[in-house]
């Protein structure tokens, strides 16, 4: 457990103190002035902007409007913008909640790349205030890189406390400068109303910014926009979407806790919808609407994707939610899906055809912590000691086809069960051993109650290397009280190492590991 050894240093940018504001001077226009006739006003950038998916030549670019207007995009390599480019606008309106995204391409690779985004009214051709991002493209040859993950954001009751500061994590996150974040799910949490207040252990109050989508589980197609709209209000996440490009991946929050496809909600009365068909498909739209996703025609909901930064990173984004199975005890002999097979032999082929040094599976769940769904369904994979059962049979399959395939520096990535761990797997220790050792680093929440620590399933032999949790007894602590955690990654472009760090919201470093690469 040592630092890394630091490399050459890399071009950082950062906003001034007025780029900063810009996104939060914005929102506080249309909170403030709710009577203000649009006609009497320009139009707004109502949530900020972000970047997403960036490539060594393009990234997605994210904004919003309060009306139905054209979303022009320009970008420079510049910050003065004086060498300005402008890509082909794009119209927006209620069929995506005024909401737009843009794919820029053809920009210079692990280049410093500034963005402005300006709205102007349909009607009557008014723009708006621009609003200016930025992001660096992924590099084409080796240098230093280094990027965050985490999950879980407003969760448990735990909305935006402006008297607290807000979502402070974003800030912690923000002030490392990465290259990217990958958000590991749960990026909202639809089935989580808030309450204007509630009473904590020590008397005060915590006080939840409002909105009506907050106020009751997400069923509409609105409502289920609204519960990312909702984070976009706080300060510390506005400006973190408009300084480092996301990467984002859903889990179950983003339509109810612990779903899958075929479940119908009957016995739920918060809910008027049952059919969990209707309520993911309307979640899903929204997720990819509001998020600086890429998406694909031939499957345009997909979240499953690779997203290259150069030589010495591939990141595979896996979707454990979408192709699983119905939530059983999840002891199937022959198996049931989690991955599904199409997603399953998608990862095979990109995993063989990947040539950079560290390959990182962005999962939304982990593989060896027991994640329950009431007193007898599994949540996960995992379900209790022994042999390969269940949806344990595509992870296997994935494990031991990384073995066999001779893929080397794999690396596990996720967040779900609110608390930071640290966990090595090794055949030695499990039941099925057809797989080499390997690492997975769990860290959450960014924004949510504090749980933990789970019970562990020795098919694939994990190691408790390290963990933070509350004491016994303890659940669903708030955020005020310091137990949210994001994970730091860095890789040295000299040697390929790659060091691992489990941080607080405190910037606090808890823990960390160098990981040298093996060669062919």
């Known amino acids: 457990m040592s630092a890394s050894k630091e490399g050459p240093p890399v071009p950082r940018i950062r906003f001034t103190r007025r780029q900063s504001l810009l996104g939060g001077a914005a929102l506080g226009v249309t909170l403030a002035a709710p ?38 995009v320009e970008w420079s390599t510049t910050e003065s913008m004086t060498d300005a480019r402008a890509v082909p606008a794009l119209a927006v309106g209620t069929p995506t909640d005024f909401s737009g995204k843009l794919a820029l391409e053809g920009l210079p690779s692990d280049q410093n790349i500034f963005y402005r985004v300006t709205m102007t009214d349909l009607a009557d051709g008014t723009a708006s205030e621009p609003m200016q991002g930025q992001f660096r493209t992924a590099p084409m040859g080796s240098r230093d890189i280094s990027f965050v993950w985490s999950g879980d954001t407003a969760g448990q009751g735990w909305g935006i406390d402006e008297d607290r500061g807000g979502m402070t994590t974003y800030g912690t996150m923000l002030r490392h400068a990465p290259d990217f974040f990958l958000h590991s799910g749960d990026t909202v949490y639809a089935d989580g109303p808030l309450k204007e207040e509630v009473e904590l252990a020590d008397g005060t109050l915590w006080k939840n910014v409002m909105t009506d989508a907050k106020r009751k589980v997400a069923e509409t197609l609105d409502e289920f926009r609204g519960q990312h709209l909702y984070n976009y209000m706080d300060r510390n996440v506005r400006a973190f979407n408009a300084a480092v490009p996301m990467i984002a991946q859903w889990d179950d929050h983003e339509v109810t806790n612990n779903w899958y496809p075929n479940e119908m909600l009957d016995a739920d009365d918060r809910y008027t919808v049952k059919s969990m068909q209707t309520l993911s498909a309307r979640a899903s739209r929204a997720f990819h609407e509001m998020m600086p996703t890429r998406q694909s025609l031939a499957e345009p909901m997909r979240v499953y ?110 967040a779900d069960v609110h608390y930071t761990a640290a966990h090595h797997y090794s055949p030695e220790r499990a039941q099925f051993q057809e797989f080499e050792p390997f690492w997975e680093f769990v860290s959450g929440p960014l924004h949510a109650g504090t749980f933990g620590p789970s019970d562990y399933d020795n098919t694939f032999g994990p190691e408790v290397r390290y963990a933070k949790h509350p004491e016994e007894g303890q659940a669903n602590l708030p955020p005020s009280d310091g137990l949210q955690f994001f994970g730091k990654v860095d890789i040295a472009a000299d040697t390929g190492v790659m060091t691992v760090r489990l941080m607080d919201s405190a910037d606090s470093e808890l823990w960390s590991v160098e990981l040298e690469p093996k060669r062919a």
């Open 305 to 414: 994707r690779k997203v290259s930064y150069g030589p010495l990173l591939d990141i595979f984004v896996i979707d454990m939610r979408t192709y699983r199975g119905d939530n059983t005890a999840n002891t199937e002999a022959e198996g049931t899906p989690f991955i599904g097979p199409e997603q399953l032999a998608w990862l095979k082929r990109e995993m063989v055809n990947s040539t950079a040094t560290w390959k990182v599976i962005a999962a939304d769940m982990p593989i060896g912590m027991m994640v329950r769904d009431g007193a007898e369904a599994m949540e996960n994979g995992a379900n209790g000691d022994g042999p390969v059962l269940g949806r344990e049979k595509d992870i296997a399959a994935v494990l031991s086809f990384i073995k066999s395939a001779g893929i080397l520096n794999t690396v596990w990535l996720t």
């Open 35 to 72: 009577s203000l006739s649009r006609a009497q006003s320009r139009p707004l950038i109502t949530h900020g902007v972000m970047s997403g998916d960036v490539a060594h030549d393009g990234a997605v670019i994210w904004a919003r409007a309060d009306r139905e207007a054209k979303m022009l």
